[in-house]
């Protein structure tokens, strides 16, 4: 077991958040177009004059000067985002980050990518030692207001193997006012539960209940929504949470790039003026018109998420400190599968495109690991025929063979870097002519050696 230092010298309160924007700096764009007769730059004029000859969006860009801005990272192929979620003057540990998400963009494919990082995590912070990943951000602001976003983007790249092109931080509360002032957002809960123990901004608790099915959540429920850690039917653990935060998020996104919000002027005023008072992010105004133009044609149905978590094939374990608390940490100790996993992210939609079809069958002692090792597998894209159990219980040794005759390349990468193993070339057998890869776990899975 390991210990980590106090944390009793994390600043007290947060400062104004005047840093910069968040990349929904698009939201002034109505109001500069309102204001255009009131400006006498030469700049503005010459678009004016000339507005009759280009489309809305073509005047937008002319007007931030991003017609020629690119992204940082959007070069060399993938831009990467840093999402925080904090606390805020509210509530305890106000820099204290509950959300940590890695977003990803691919330019040329638009398409997107979600990696969200648990609280509990354990993780070396420069300065600090060894420390919960959500304290990076409160420990930032110790060395100067503001220095906790860079802190952390700094963590989170070393232990991905990932630059950070980009950080957006924000509090709970203008998240909250930020959704009520777009009249809710639109969610299916899948799942229904209930949190007995949410906390309230009197240091207190309450009770909050969810019941499955499509609804728009107020501010305040979907708060409740993304924040609750003890809610029943599997919901009260830290990657149920980061599901649902992916999931709020995505639902955010389309409700404010949508025409009612995008072309509303009194709207957009409101939002900047919620989001100027809440959100922190290095994205400068013509970086954003330029990741709005791209954001526009991402596919949203078609978004990959992933959560790290301890599930028989996540990449993280628990542990309690030697001081009672709880703790993850990565199953390889130098975070080498996690930078995988960060690297490869993309080849989700690759495997999807083969479609490989997976028998899994349990060689060990442990009842039900080849549902649950299934049920993970196709949340990462693959189709899994069936699973049970294998013809003995004592393999000691993960196997995988591999039917496919060489033609399903990225999803034999990714079982091979998921499962550390090499796959086997064979030809199926008669009962096997229907699958492309057979997954044999053995007692490695369980963490021990036969």
């Excluded at 210990?3 to 698009?26: H, I, Q, V």
């Excluded at 304290?135 to 503001?146: D, Q, R």
């Excluded at 028989?312 to 608390?325: F, K, S």
């Amino acid at each position: 077991m390991i210990t980590l230092p106090s944390e009793t010298d994390l600043p007290p309160s947060p400062a104004a958040l005047d840093r910069g924007k968040f990349f929904l700096y698009s939201l002034l764009i109505i109001l500069i177009l309102g204001g255009l007769w009131l400006s006498r730059q030469p700049r503005v004029q010459v678009v004016v004059l000339e507005w009759q000859e280009h489309s809305l969006w073509e005047n937008v860009k002319r007007l931030v000067g991003g017609d020629n801005k690119t992204l940082r990272g959007e070069d060399e192929g993938r831009v990467n985002f840093l999402i925080l979620g904090q606390g805020g003057a509210k509530h305890d540990g106000p820099f204290l980050t509950d959300t940590i998400m890695v977003v990803s963009l691919k330019p040329d494919t638009k398409q997107v990518a979600m990696l969200s990082l648990p609280r509990d995590l354990v993780v070396p912070i420069p300065g600090f030692g060894l420390r919960k990943i959500n304290s990076a951000n409160a420990y930032g602001e110790t060395l100067g207001e503001g220095k906790g976003s860079g802190l952390t983007s700094q963590v989170v790249s070393s232990i991905l193997d990932l630059p950070i092109h980009y950080y957006a931080r924000l509090s709970f509360n203008g998240f909250a006012e930020v959704i009520d002032e777009l009249g809710g957002v639109p969610i299916t809960i899948e799942q229904g539960f209930a949190d007995p123990e949410y906390p309230t901004d009197t240091n207190g608790f309450t009770s909050v209940n969810f019941e499955p099915g499509w609804q728009v959540l107020s501010g305040e429920r979907a708060l409740q929504y993304v924040r609750s850690r003890h809610g029943t039917n599997g919901e009260g653990s830290d990657f149920a949470r980061a599901r649902r935060q992916q999931q709020v998020l995505l639902a955010l996104k389309a409700k404010l790039l949508s025409p009612a919000t995008f072309l509303n002027p009194s709207l957009s005023l409101r939002l900047y003026r919620t989001l100027s008072n809440s959100v922190d992010t290095d994205l400068e105004a013509s970086e954003a018109v330029r990741l709005l133009e791209l954001a526009r044609e991402v596919d949203t149905s078609a978004i990959i998420s992933r959560v790290l978590d301890t599930s028989p094939d996540g990449l993280l374990h628990e542990t309690i400190g030697l001081d009672g608390a709880y703790l993850l940490l990565p199953n390889v100790t130098d975070y080498s599968e996690l930078k995988i996993t960060a690297r490869d992210i993309f080849n989700v939609s690759l495997v999807e495109r083969e479609a490989a079809k997976l028998i899994i069958e349990n060689g060990t002692i442990s009842p039900g690991l080849a549902e649950v090792t299934g049920q993970s597998l196709v949340r990462q894209g693959l189709k899994v025929l069936r699973w049970g159990n294998a013809t003995h219980q004592d393999f000691p040794r993960t196997l995988l063979y591999d039917y496919s005759g060489g033609s399903k390349p990225v999803t034999r990468e990714l079982l091979e870097a998921l499962f550390h193993i090499t796959a086997v070339p064979l030809e199926a057998t008669a009962s096997d002519s229907e699958a492309d890869f057979r997954l044999i776990l053995g007692a490695d899975r369980l963490g021990t050696q036969q």
